[in-house]
């Protein structure tokens, strides 16, 4: 059962309770609702076997995961989903059929099942997720989602701001970034595409609770050729 | 070029500001960013073919449509937009094909390029679309996020009453809805799938100027069997 509107409260957060010590609720990555679904279309006639070789081949260590009809649904802390994310796409994407992935990563339960945050309740600060190389090639196309509320969040909801300052970031990694119509591009290897995708999550994060943030990347398509 | 947080300004909206009319601002769709990007990733050895003959059957009168290495970029009124994205996908549907398609709706232009809205500019009010039955079945995961900001939107920002209003409106459709974590699932006719999608983000965009949804859907899954 989903506790209704979490994130709404009247007090401003100040810094420290934004950096998740409000009121002593120290939350596990499940607690918090950290986790991605995400969705691997492999666009060959085996495409069952290259799927389920691909989630064999990604470390699930510490994370609950659950395979539904539509997506993956991944639960636990950044850095692991992070890791069995770029594991299990770039696995998909060594099979050398042209991969679309579909990404979807949440933090700050507000959602449909199972919230722990109590009304209030502040932001998370975590680490930002380190990947490593895969090579494996992939195009990005990138949405970022800090959903601040009026009164809460600092009392300062400047959703643009927040995107503006992970495009940035991303400009600093080295990945090739592209504005586009409601997304920006991201195009490099794919582990340091995804670390881009959650350093702009998680940094996002660490003031505002609930952050999402949406990606489909592109593996080995014969459009890029 | 895009202008600089187009959807932040320190006056709160008046109600008629809301509907919008601000200061004689009566943007076209283009010019309010409405439109969408979208993924068709088809599971089969045949994949390109069966993507450029179900983009050929859809019909794109009014729109602006431009293919990309990820996704296609569909700019227009939201009832053109729905239409062609319907008659797109069921296209694909059809080839019997299992097809999974990443769709993803803007309106209210912040983001990467070119936005005519000023700075202050206010929600803009749309119809909902209005689709046909498909005859193409189709289970869907659903996230939608109205990204008020402080100061801005009536000065009430507050996406989750948002988001569980959209909830509550697809109950009323006779699809079938399921909450699970990050999304909320519904399952039926792909027409009807995309109406209710395309009704929680242009309701919400009646007081949210900058409004997103994102939805993958699964057609033809063999685990759905």
Same mark, same amino acid.
């Given at each position: ?7 709404? $409260?009247?007090?401003? *957060?100040?810094?420290?309770?934004? !950096? ?20 691997? #279309?492999?666009? #060959? ?23 539904? =009809? ?14 069995? *994310?770029?594991?299990? *796409? ?8 042209? =991969? ?18 109590? #009304?209030?309740?502040? !932001? ?17 196309? %990138? ?21 503006? !300052? ?23 290897? *794919? ?9 702009? %999550?998680?940094? !996002? ?10 990606? $489909? ?9």
């Amino acid at each position: 059962m989903r506790t209704p509107e979490p994130a709404v $409260t009247a007090a401003p *957060l100040s810094p420290s309770t934004a !950096a998740g010590s409000a009121g002593g609720f120290h939350p596990t990555p499940h607690e918090f609702g950290v986790g991605a679904r995400f969705t691997l #279309a492999v666009m #060959a006639d085996d495409f069952a076997e290259v799927i389920l070789d691909a989630l064999r081949q990604a470390d699930a260590s510490g994370l609950d995961v659950a395979t539904g =009809v539509v997506s993956t649904y991944v639960s636990g802390a950044e850095q692991d989903v992070m890791r069995y *994310l770029s594991q299990a *796409l770039s696995a998909a994407g060594r099979s050398g059929a042209h =991969v679309s992935a579909s990404v979807h990563l949440s933090r700050g339960c507000p959602g449909g099942v199972t919230c722990a945050i109590p #009304a209030g309740g502040a !932001a998370l600060h975590s680490e930002v997720p380190v990947l490593e190389s895969t090579g494996v090639h992939c195009v990005a196309d %990138w949405a970022l989602y800090p959903l601040a509320d009026a009164g809460t969040d600092g009392g300062s909801a400047d959703h643009m701001r927040d995107i503006y !300052a992970a495009i940035d970031h991303a400009r600093s990694t080295g990945i090739t970034v592209t504005p586009d119509h409601y997304v920006t591009r991201l195009e490099g290897d *794919l582990g340091l595409v995804l670390e881009t995708i959650a350093a702009g %999550w998680v940094l !996002a994060g660490r003031s505002v609770q609930h952050v999402t943030t949406h990606a $489909t990347l592109s593996i080995n398509s014969p459009s890029a050729a």
